[in-house]
């Protein structure tokens, strides 16, 4: 069971709806939140159709900012506490886990406007005892190490969002991956980077998902990264059998067929339950090299991508949408 959370800057361009499509295929979460999706509600519907989602909940944006939308794979997972332009707070019931709260929160982007998001998560936190977590743009840091480049955050800002989560009792989430979530003038003098995107939970939410984990997907379409809420991470220990998996994109390599073939002919007498697990076994072996040129493939695409990203001229979309389309296949 996991969370996406995005700010997108915008569901209008099909290179950002190619995106979402990519990094869901790769997570398959549960819960998407998006944030100043920039589109009416039609669109969110449009996208949830094409993401195979049932469950959908939309504020739409206001003149050409803002808008917030939540979306979940499974309808009857979710319902919705209560909504605003800057917040969608769901009851999240499945079967076999304890019931949680999750909340999509668009901190305010004008910092004389920034009280009016710390109140909200004031408000949010009185008006339920469940085990809870919030994830999204919070538009706001919790130290000067959250920011690199330009000008120090305003020290203000700092320590009344620090009041903020101490008076709701949440804890701010460590973060796995690269530091700063949002960025601008990328390889400029002028370049600026700051995690303004994250997730705070409850203590009883810390408790109940130990292994909880908070990871920063890094490469993106817009100027912010998508972050990955996983509340239930297993952790293998001790001495244990890896059971063989057949890759999907192994199809795609000619020497996957040869192997097979080549076990399949050249073993006369033998049970067919025999050579699959002959196969089984030189088709690991051969895998753990092609699995790591995946890795290698889906990190060039990656680099390209986080060059392109925000260019609008024909061909940086063109190299965008090839590179896309080369993660598709290695993921499927």
């Not at 998001?117 to 959250?146: A, E, F, H, K, Y």
């Amino acid at each position: 069971m996991s969370t996406i959370s995005w700010n997108c800057r915008g569901l209008g361009t099909p290179w950002a709806v190619q995106f979402l499509k990519e990094i869901v295929l790769q997570k398959k979460p549960n819960f998407i939140f998006l944030c100043e999706i920039l589109c009416k509600k039609d669109k969110v519907e449009s996208i949830r159709n094409l993401l195979g989602f049932e469950g959908m909940v939309t504020v739409e944006s206001q003149g050409h900012s803002g808008g917030v939308a939540f979306l979940w794979r499974n309808k009857e997972e979710a319902s919705l506490r209560s909504l605003s332009k800057n917040h969608i707070d769901l009851d999240i019931t499945i079967q076999g886990w304890q019931r949680f709260r999750l909340t999509g929160l668009y901190g305010e982007p004008d910092r004389a406007k920034h009280k009016e998001t710390w109140q909200l998560i004031r408000n949010l936190s009185t008006t339920s005892s469940l085990p809870w977590v919030l994830i999204g743009d919070m538009n706001n840091v919790l130290s000067q190490t959250d920011k690199k480049g330009g000008r120090m955050y305003p020290s203000w800002l700092i320590q009344g969002f620090k009041e903020v989560l101490e008076d709701c009792n949440l804890v701010d989430m460590e973060l796995i991956g690269y530091p700063y979530t949002w960025e601008r003038g990328h390889d400029t003098d002028d370049w600026v980077e700051i995690r303004l995107d994250r997730a705070v939970a409850s203590t009883s939410f810390l408790q109940q998902f130990q292994e909880a984990k908070l990871t920063n997907m890094e490469v993106t379409t817009s100027d912010h990264c998508p972050l990955l809420l996983e509340p239930m991470v297993t952790i293998k220990s001790g001495t244990f059998t890896k059971r063989f998996r057949f890759e999907n994109a192994w199809l795609r390599e000619p020497m996957c067929k040869s192997i097979v073939e080549d076990i399949w002919n050249n073993s006369t007498g033998k049970s067919w339950q025999e050579k699959i697990i002959a196969c089984s076994n030189n088709l690991a072996v051969w895998g753990k090299e092609i699995t790591g040129s995946f890795r290698d493939r889906i990190q060039n695409c990656k680099k390209v991508i986080k060059i392109v990203r925000g260019r609008r001229d024909e061909a940086s979309i063109k190299l965008y949408q090839e590179e896309c389309t080369k993660l598709s296949e290695i993921y499927v």
